[in-house]
């Protein structure tokens, strides 16, 4: 052993932890994955966006599994089994919306992810998230910028940038308009 460099022998115990924490991360991203389901759905339907899914890509790190890739992973300086490198697939059908999403359906399927954690968040605490939109409506036609804020209206308290007002599908309960310098409140 050299200065600053265990013997291999002193990573075991800590491939057992880090094994057993990571297949807790994967089993509560799985279990928030199914709560997020289906509400994720009934947004997306709402804006027009047809058989979504939510689908987790990944697998508990075990220690055999640490074992096995341990010569490589040392040698890469980097662990190249686990969570942090698992992914969440949002799908339309058989569709991977990263992969072979248009740009108006992901910004749609992320805007109903974002509306599915905030109905999850209130459901579970109680308490509404403070929603910030920043810049979704001008992505949007005039019909799904109308069913967003109906959709916000009743989710409690959020906060929706636009470059111009005149993209505000309701009447907003304050506006502000910004300026370089200056925040003023604007006739609504």
Do not use: N
Not at 52 to 58: A, K, M, T
Not at 79 to 103: E, K, M, N, Y
Not at 149 to 162: C, H, K, P
């Amino acid at each position: 052993m050299t200065a600053g460099v265990s013997a291999r022998d002193a990573i075991e115990p800590w491939s057992e932890r880090v094994a057993a924490l990571g297949a807790e991360l994967v089993a509560a991203r799985l279990e928030a994955l199914a709560l997020l389901e289906p509400p994720f759905a009934a947004r997306a339907d709402e804006l027009g966006l047809d058989a979504v899914s939510l689908r987790y890509e990944g697998e508990p790190p075990t220690p055999e599994g640490l074992a096995a890739t341990l010569a490589r992973d040392l040698d890469r300086g980097a662990t190249s089994l686990g969570p942090h490198l698992d992914d969440v697939v949002i799908a339309a059908g058989s569709r991977d919306l990263r992969s072979f999403g248009s740009q108006g359906e992901q910004r749609l399927a992320l805007l109903a992810l974002l509306l599915a954690e905030a109905e999850t968040i209130a459901d579970r605490t109680g308490v509404p998230p403070l929603l910030l939109l920043d810049d979704v409506l001008s992505e949007l036609d005039p019909g799904r910028r109308r069913i967003l804020a109906a959709r916000v209206r009743s989710a409690g308290q959020a906060l929706v940038t636009a470059t111009d007002a005149a993209m505000l599908p309701a009447t907003p309960d304050q506006l502000l308009e910004v300026t370089p310098g200056s925040v003023l409140e604007a006739a609504a």
